[in-house]
Nanobody
Framework: QVQLVESGGGLVQAGGSLRLSCAASGRTFSTHAMGWFRQVPGKEREFVAV????????VYADSVKGRFTVSRDNAKNTVYLQMNSLRPEDTAVYYC????????????????WGQGTQVTVSS
């Protein structure tokens, strides 16, 4: 059974940093893209960042470019999201996803999902 377990969320002041981790178990994703999405209550889940299977290619949402960095360690079957210069509008539940791909409309989506970790940025 595939499991993705996020950790590292919490409360931070604006301008601060957090590092999220997502450990996968049940199968290896070393040949699949992994990434992060986030969701605010009442809104749709939105794409944040994706990392190719090798870690050599990354894509970011415009809202986080220059502040967030996605990376992975295939030996640990783990993907990370380093979040710097956090803003109150970054407050959301952050979800890890594995086997991330674009659908026919160009939107990013994941096949496997974690349960989410709350990130709250205070002003």
């Amino acid at each position: 059974q595939v499991q993705l377990v996020e950790s590292g969320g919490g409360l931070v002041q604006a301008g601060g940093s957090l590092r999220l981790s997502c450990a996968a178990s049940g199968r290896t994703f070393s040949t699949h893209a992994m990434g992060w999405f986030r969701q605010v209550p009442g809104k749709e889940r939105e794409f944040v960042a994706v990392c190719s299977w090798s870690g050599g290619n990354t894509v970011y949402a415009d809202s986080v470019k220059g502040r967030f960095t996605v990376s992975r360690d295939n030996a640990k079957n783990t993907v990370y999201l380093q979040m710097n210069s956090l803003r109150p509008e970054d407050t959301a539940v952050y979800y890890c996803a594995a086997d991330v791909r674009r659908d026919y409309s160009g939107s990013w989506l994941g096949v496997y999902w974690g349960q989410g970790t709350q990130v709250t940025v205070s002003s």
